[in-house]
């Protein structure tokens, strides 16, 4: 009998994963002496060597070799990793620039609007099946959007660009069979100069041979929240199956709502329609995703019984 993988620890270390995402969101809006892209460059810079000491802790180098190589063997292979990499870049800049802004709820929008786009650019592209409640949130969620729109006459870009970017990524990532942690390490590894070039450009921290050490402790904050909540979700993965992974997520999104609120922002009157029909699609698919988890635990007591 196979240990069951949904355990407790892994439950606590993925909310607390998603503690840290939101603190990091909180976070930001506090750097106000910084712009939006030179907080990302130093997030890039402070968590992408503990990704590094990730992967070569795990053993997870193949996969980074295995890519590697194929920049070699398949031509415009580099194209596709520079494209994911903006791609994948875009989505973290926008994570960090858009408590700042007032922007926070359009972000955290976006992010509970994103596993129904999933759910359709899968249906679209790979032809994945779609269940019946699959089905029934992606009514919710059109509903939603379609109140938004007549109400406001549009969405708010970043609400749009996290629901449709992060989809786009993800579907190049499984195109070009680069969907493992490997391929993320690609991603981050190119855009790495990128996150040099702002730090240099923006020059708050760093001028000349000034360093403003109050701010730099502030960014080395950030790069300790980013790392924590990296080094929480994936010591929360092998404790977990894919579908309780996927339930967790929606944990995130309800707290970078709440922190948008405490820093100010509110949801008008004419977008409660909107945000209500979006939580009735994300419940939909969370009371499959539960049904799916007591569907599998019963399957494994009938086969394995104590």
Same mark, same amino acid.
């Given at each position: ?21 939101? !603190? ?12 939006? $892209? ?35 063997? $398949? ?11 903006? *791609? ?25 609007? !994103? ?8 249906? !679209? ?29 549009? /969405? ?11 989809? +786009? ?22 855009? /790495?100069?990128?996150? *040099? ?10 001028? +000349? ?36 992974? +996927? *339930? ?16 100010? $922002? ?18 939909? !698919?969370?009371?499959? +995703? ?17």
């Amino acid at each position: 009998m196979q240990p069951d993988k949904n355990t407790s620890p892994g439950v606590i270390l993925n909310i607390i994963a998603s503690i840290f995402f939101a !603190l990091m969101f909180a976070y930001t809006s506090q750097l106000s002496t910084l712009n939006g $892209e030179e907080i990302f460059g130093w997030r890039m810079l402070l968590t992408f060597p503990c990704l590094t000491a990730f992967i070569a802790s795990r053993g997870y180098w193949p996969q980074v070799l295995t890519i590697y190589r194929r920049l070699y063997i $398949e031509r415009y292979f580099i194209i596709i990793r520079l494209v994911s990499s903006l *791609l994948l870049s875009f989505q973290l800049w926008i994570f960090v620039w858009a408590p700042g802004n007032d922007y926070g709820l359009a972000v955290s929008l976006g992010y509970f609007i !994103l596993p129904i786009t999933m759910v359709i650019i899968g249906r !679209l592209a790979f032809r994945d099946r779609m269940s019946h409640p699959q089905q029934l949130a992606c009514v919710f969620a059109v509903f939603g959007i379609l109140s938004q729109l007549v109400f406001s006459q549009t /969405l708010a870009w970043p609400t749009l660009a996290v629901c449709l970017g992060y989809p +786009g990524y993800f579907w190049l990532r499984r195109k070009t069979d680069t969907n493992n942690i490997g391929g993320l390490w690609f991603d981050m590894a190119l855009a /790495l100069p990128l996150g *040099l070039f702002f730090i240099m450009q923006g020059g708050q921290v760093l001028s +000349g041979l000034d360093i403003d050490l109050h701010l730099l402790w502030s960014v080395l904050g950030l790069g300790l929240i980013s790392a924590l909540a990296l080094t929480f979700q994936a010591l929360s993965a092998p404790h977990l199956n894919l579908s309780l992974f +996927g *339930l967790l997520t929606y944990v995130e999104p309800v707290l970078l709502m709440l922190v948008a609120l405490i820093l100010g $922002e509110t949801i008008s009157a004419t977008e409660w329609p909107t945000y209500i029909a979006i939580w009735l699609s994300v419940m939909v !698919l969370m009371a499959e +995703g539960v049904c799916g988890l007591k569907r599998q635990r019963a399957a494994r007591e009938i086969v394995s019984p104590d």
